[in-house]
DNA sequence: CGGACCATTGAAGCCTATCAAGACTTGTGG
DNA sequence: CCACAAGTCTTGATAGGCTTCAATGGTCCG
């Protein structure tokens, strides 16, 4: 799994039930409290007063929600799929990482994958066409399905299907892109036999070297990435 | 100035004198070493192996270079001026960080800023068009410069006219566009009065409460946005 | 089984990229 | 100090990719 050791204040924690689209926390909203993802999928997103909205990133189970300098949120954290959080005080968190090195340590390692993750976000979003992007996304997904369920191998049948539980908005407003782009983008990496959409919300790799090549992945699992860890914006 | 008392591990610290275009660190070197800048400015990049590359951030006087959770840098930092930085090694500052809350909160302070900028990067990228994020550019060159040089009043004269002192290609991998698309939006403010170019490497901001509204920047001095602070990617 | 929503596909338009040329700036050496 | 050369910036013409608008098809839920 993850060794972030600082996620033990969360245990025992009062847990909270949320579902599809609602919202944890919302951009502006006082942040008294911070979370850790037990069960389902959520989406963190800075919305713009226009309704442009960019997603910034998907929580898998063990990931932490509450990054914040101030205390004020500057993002929106809402379900994606039916989800279960641990609820902390902020303050709690705070005391348990003053009191022990090691948590501190774990905890600001953390807060530096989710750097990484937007860097390279900042990356696609910047320099990558369309169909890179999507390929991104999905070997991003599968990559961190595979550290949120901690399998050791990455060539694990179990990683041959990647869930994709968002909709097609979503994915697109992640990729700076319109939907229905994604959606010729998919079916492009389709003709192409790299990937094979099963329904709406699954897809399975046909051949995962190429489809590293066109996302470029070297910039993804190179040395220049971070090993094996959880991770997660907000 | 700013309140970033963990630098002060950079007092009498030994000093390093760049030329324009030098590197400071590169992708995928050993993290042994971290800097204060201390005159000149810096940029922040991320390069794929084909050559495309992302900037991610300008640096001012006394913003920290050298952010990682392992001992190897993610990003390259090379001089835009000429620049003078004072080294610290790694060590020093985990010392320092540990023995002193206080050190310790303002450095995971300077990271979350340093994540906020990245966020509103992404944002940028992902969402707006090319005008909007030149917009934005000026603006946020305007603010950095503002806070590293400590100018209490927002709309102090001194603000009114903005440094650019990267070329035309640094601003447009910064803002993911082609140098020529960058050229052609300057020239649309200019025709729309919302400034003037004084040579190639300054602006005169003439318009700036809808230079504002084009960047839709209460998406940058709002409540979502931390106040006053020094800070800056890597 | 029907309706609402979501995804895909098609056609046309717009924005940005690409290719190419000319103007300007900058730095250098006579 | 001026002149030249190299590089940078701007502008123009064209092309390409993504978006927009619109309609069809599919999926999920009541």
Redesign the pocket.
Known sequence: MTDDSFLDVFDGAPRRRLSPGECLVTAGAQAAEVFNLVEGMLMVSRVGRDGRRQVLSFLFPNNFVGLSATDTYFFTVEAVTPSVVACRSRRALDDRIAADPLADRAFINMVFRVLENLVDLAYSLGQR???ERLAVCILYLRHRHRLSSGIASDDDPQLTTVDLP????DI?DFL????????????QLEDQSLIR?I???QVQILNLPELRELAGVLDFASPLRIPPNASGVA
């Open positions: 066409t369309a169909r968002m909709s097609r908005s697109a700076g892109l319109k939907k229905e782009t994604v959606s010729r983008s998919f079916t959409r329904g709406n919300h």
